[in-house]
Nanobody, 117 residues
């Protein structure tokens, strides 16, 4: 069973930066397609960024140019560097993994990001 654990959330002022990290026990993350989603209060969960097992990245329009998704092979994590944060980035951020061989999907428990004005 793959368990994903997010860390790095918190409270930051508008224009600030945070770095989220997603770690996993039980699997080598470089083999997985990894995604970050977020869900603001009262809204549906939405896609933020992805990185495939071939290191191809994709971003939601709202975060392009401000957020960067990357892998740390040594730490077995996938990170989301978030710069120039805005109040509308406030949400619970979820790590998501898809095993391309089995199509199984896994979710973390989420980490709160709050951006104040």
């Amino acid at each position: 069973q793959v368990q994903l654990v997010e860390s790095g959330g918190g409270l930051v002022q508008s224009g600030g930066s945070l770095r989220l990290s997603c770690g996993a026990a039980g699997i080598t993350m470089s083999k997985l397609h990894m995604n970050w989603f977020r869900q603001a209060q009262g809204n549906q969960r939405e896609f933020v960024a992805s990185i495939t097992n071939h290191a191809e990245t994709n971003y939601a329009v709202a975060v392009r140019g401000r957020f960067t998704i990357s892998r740390d092979i040594l730490k077995n994590t996938v990170d989301l560097q978030m710069n120039n944060l805005r109040p509308e980035d406030t949400a619970v951020y979820y790590c998501n993994a898809v095993d391309p061989t089995s199509a199984r999907m896994y979710w973390g428990q989420g980490t709160q990001v709050t951006v104040s004005t």
